[in-house]
């Protein structure tokens, strides 16, 4: 059984900090985390690793370079665990009882993914239809986790609705997860049932599907490694990408990199081709 202790750097005495031998994990990133389970259907399955390019740009920057943090907003209906998932992952706490966001709840975590330093912000959103108008800070996103409470079918079936309002307002490669809270209230084989719908909803929305419990910290930490990882490599394929406008501090950016790489590697092709024509 979980034994749970009050939290030391919470006042509040609703508070807790789960001390049950649950591995939170770090955040140094060295390889790329795997999908929820490999037989539930992800459109990101197909990356087993980090791609070969993101590698060996991170292998030959003299220093660290400088990557935009990645903006994950969370939504779902209220009540769903936005903000217990959040918390569980930032402070290590779980809080039972219910306190509905107002607005739009922001966090920093950093991570060192393959020795660079990357920025995940979290904006945990409100599910209340009066705050509609936070819809504009889900503009310029690089993750979007419609999040769903596993012991409420409705707030599954409104995960169409909200990923269709976030992906309004952004690109459509934005990296997309449907996350399904509350797995410990939940018997094995209801819980199988209900992951069953789950996995068919995400496959129609194109997201990767994830089960956690906030309570019990199971998958959390899991989770958000794969989606820092999964943003990281696709930060830094976008930042090797040639018309890409961005540059960076100190001139060390990997769009200097590739075009320095691709320099020399025009003058050694032509040298050879001069050499055998003459």
């Excluded at 590698?55 to 969370?74: D, E, G």
């Excluded at 769903?148 to 309004?168: H, I």
Aim: hydrophobic letters at 35%; aromatic letters at 12%.
């Amino acid at each position: 059984m979980p034994i749970y202790k009050k939290a030391n750097r919470r006042k509040a005495s609703s508070y807790e900090v789960l001390n049950n031998n649950v591995d939170y994990g770090t955040r140094h990133i060295d390889h790329l985390p795997g999908p929820y389970s490999p037989g539930v259907a992800s459109p990101y399955a197909e990356r087993t690793d980090f791609s070969e390019r993101t590698r060996r740009a991170c292998q030959t920057a003299s220093t660290s370079f400088y990557l935009c943090a990645c903006k994950a907003i969370f939504v779902g209906d209220v009540g769903t665990g936005k903000s217990s998932l959040v918390n569980r992952f930032c402070h290590e706490i779980f809080d039972g009882s219910y306190r509905g966001t107002v607005g739009v709840d922001f966090e920093v975590e950093k991570f060192h993914v393959l020795d660079h330093a990357f920025s995940l912000q979290i904006w945990d959103t409100a599910g209340h239809d009066r705050f509609k108008c936070i819809a504009n800070y889900y503009r310029n996103t690089n993750v979007i986790a419609v999040v769903f409470d596993m012991t409420r079918a409705e707030s599954l079936m409104n995960a169409r609705r909200w990923m269709d309002e976030a992906m309004r307002h952004n690109h459509p490669g934005t990296l997309k997860f449907l996350v399904g809270t509350k797995k410990d209230l939940l018997e094995f084989d209801i819980h199988q049932e209900i992951e069953s719908e789950a996995i068919k909803m995400a496959q129609e929305l194109q997201a990767e599907y994830w089960s956690v419990s906030a309570q019990t910290g199971e998958n959390v930490t899991r989770f958000f490694r794969r989606v820092t990882a999964l943003a990281f490599d696709g930060a830094v394929q976008r930042m090797m990408e040639p018309n890409n406008p961005v540059v960076h501090p100190s001139g060390n950016s990997l769009l200097n990199l590739y075009f320095l790489k691709k320099d020399e590697k025009d003058k050694k092709l032509k040298k050879c081709s001069f050499c055998r024509i003459n």
